[in-house]
Protein backbone atom coordinates (compact mmCIF):
# COMPACT_ATOMS: atom_id res chain seq x y z
CA UNK A 1 0.00 0.00 0.00
CA UNK A 2 1.13 3.45 -1.09
CA UNK A 3 2.99 4.71 2.04
CA UNK A 4 0.93 8.83 1.97
CA UNK A 5 -1.90 5.98 2.77
CA UNK A 6 -0.27 3.81 5.40
CA UNK A 7 0.40 7.25 7.03
CA UNK A 8 -2.85 9.09 6.71
CA UNK A 9 -4.49 5.45 7.88
CA UNK A 10 -1.99 5.61 11.26
CA UNK A 11 -3.24 8.78 11.86
CA UNK A 12 -7.11 8.64 11.57
CA UNK A 13 -6.33 5.57 14.01
CA UNK A 14 -4.68 7.25 16.35
CA UNK A 15 -6.81 10.23 16.32
CA UNK A 16 -9.52 8.59 19.14
CA UNK A 17 -10.97 11.95 19.38
CA UNK A 18 -12.98 11.70 16.28
CA UNK A 19 -11.49 15.56 15.40
CA UNK A 20 -9.35 14.51 12.42
CA UNK A 21 -12.91 12.73 11.19
CA UNK A 22 -15.35 15.54 12.51
CA UNK A 23 -12.80 18.10 10.85
CA UNK A 24 -13.29 16.37 7.26
CA UNK A 25 -16.68 15.42 7.78
CA UNK A 26 -17.28 19.41 7.88
CA UNK A 27 -15.05 20.48 5.09
CA UNK A 28 -17.22 17.89 2.84
CA UNK A 29 -20.18 19.25 4.17
CA UNK A 30 -19.26 22.34 3.22
CA UNK A 31 -18.22 21.77 -0.33
CA UNK A 32 -21.28 19.67 -1.09
CA UNK A 33 -23.57 22.65 0.09
CA UNK A 34 -21.73 25.49 -2.00
CA UNK A 35 -21.62 22.73 -4.75
CA UNK A 36 -25.16 21.72 -4.50
CA UNK A 37 -26.91 25.31 -3.85
CA UNK A 38 -25.20 26.68 -6.50
CA UNK A 39 -26.34 24.00 -8.77
CA UNK A 40 -29.97 24.87 -7.52
CA UNK A 41 -29.31 28.15 -7.74
CA UNK A 42 -28.83 27.44 -11.80
CA UNK A 43 -31.91 25.79 -12.02
CA UNK A 44 -30.94 22.20 -11.39
CA UNK A 45 -32.75 19.57 -9.05
CA UNK A 46 -29.78 18.06 -7.53
CA UNK A 47 -30.78 16.86 -3.83
CA UNK A 48 -27.41 17.10 -1.20
CA UNK A 49 -25.49 13.40 -0.57
CA UNK A 50 -25.37 12.33 2.94
CA UNK A 51 -22.24 10.43 3.06
CA UNK A 52 -20.14 10.64 0.12
CA UNK A 53 -17.61 13.00 -1.56
CA UNK A 54 -19.22 12.96 -5.03
CA UNK A 55 -22.33 14.78 -6.03
CA UNK A 56 -24.73 12.80 -8.70
CA UNK A 57 -27.23 14.60 -10.57
CA UNK A 58 -29.25 14.32 -13.91
CA UNK A 59 -28.44 15.62 -17.27
CA UNK A 60 -30.91 17.90 -19.43
CA UNK A 61 -33.20 16.45 -21.24
CA UNK A 62 -32.07 16.07 -24.81
CA UNK A 63 -28.51 15.17 -23.46
CA UNK A 64 -26.63 11.71 -22.89
CA UNK A 65 -24.39 11.70 -19.55
CA UNK A 66 -21.24 11.36 -22.33
CA UNK A 67 -22.42 14.44 -24.53
CA UNK A 68 -23.40 16.45 -21.62
CA UNK A 69 -19.94 16.31 -19.97
CA UNK A 70 -18.12 16.89 -23.23
CA UNK A 71 -20.49 20.15 -23.36
CA UNK A 72 -19.48 21.29 -20.11
CA UNK A 73 -15.39 20.72 -20.88
CA UNK A 74 -15.91 22.59 -24.20
CA UNK A 75 -17.70 25.19 -22.62
CA UNK A 76 -16.84 25.72 -19.54
CA UNK A 77 -13.64 23.83 -19.19
CA UNK A 78 -14.99 21.67 -16.04
CA UNK A 79 -14.39 18.19 -15.83
CA UNK A 80 -16.91 15.84 -15.02
CA UNK A 81 -17.73 12.13 -14.91
CA UNK A 82 -20.45 10.69 -16.94
CA UNK A 83 -22.92 8.57 -15.43
CA UNK A 84 -22.54 5.72 -18.30
CA UNK A 85 -18.90 4.69 -17.14
CA UNK A 86 -20.60 3.57 -13.90
CA UNK A 87 -22.93 0.93 -16.21
CA UNK A 88 -25.83 1.25 -18.20
CA UNK A 89 -28.03 2.54 -15.15
CA UNK A 90 -25.55 5.69 -14.91
CA UNK A 91 -26.36 6.99 -17.89
CA UNK A 92 -28.79 10.17 -18.06
CA UNK A 93 -26.46 11.45 -14.83
CA UNK A 94 -23.27 13.18 -14.19
CA UNK A 95 -20.79 13.00 -11.33
CA UNK A 96 -18.89 15.91 -9.68
CA UNK A 97 -16.72 15.45 -6.87
CA UNK A 98 -16.28 17.53 -3.59
CA UNK A 99 -12.50 17.36 -3.90
CA UNK A 100 -11.06 20.62 -4.56
CA UNK A 101 -11.79 23.81 -2.25
CA UNK A 102 -14.89 25.92 -1.98
CA UNK A 103 -13.34 28.84 -4.00
CA UNK A 104 -12.87 25.97 -7.09
CA UNK A 105 -16.19 25.10 -6.75
CA UNK A 106 -17.74 28.43 -6.89
CA UNK A 107 -15.80 29.26 -9.84
CA UNK A 108 -16.83 26.08 -11.42
CA UNK A 109 -20.65 27.18 -10.48
CA UNK A 110 -19.51 30.65 -12.15
CA UNK A 111 -18.51 28.87 -14.93
CA UNK A 112 -21.93 26.85 -15.62
CA UNK A 113 -23.83 30.25 -15.15
CA UNK A 114 -22.08 32.07 -17.61
CA UNK A 115 -22.58 29.49 -20.28
CA UNK A 116 -26.31 29.30 -19.41
CA UNK A 117 -27.01 25.92 -19.76
Not at 26 to 32: L, P
Not at 61 to 85: D, M, Q, R, Y
Amino acid sequence: IFQAIQCAGIAALNNSSGELLGQLSSMYQERRDVLVDGLNSLGWKVTKPKATFYVWFSVPSGWTSTSFSKLLLEKANLIVTPGVGFGKNGEGYIRMALTVSKERIKEAIGRLKAIRI
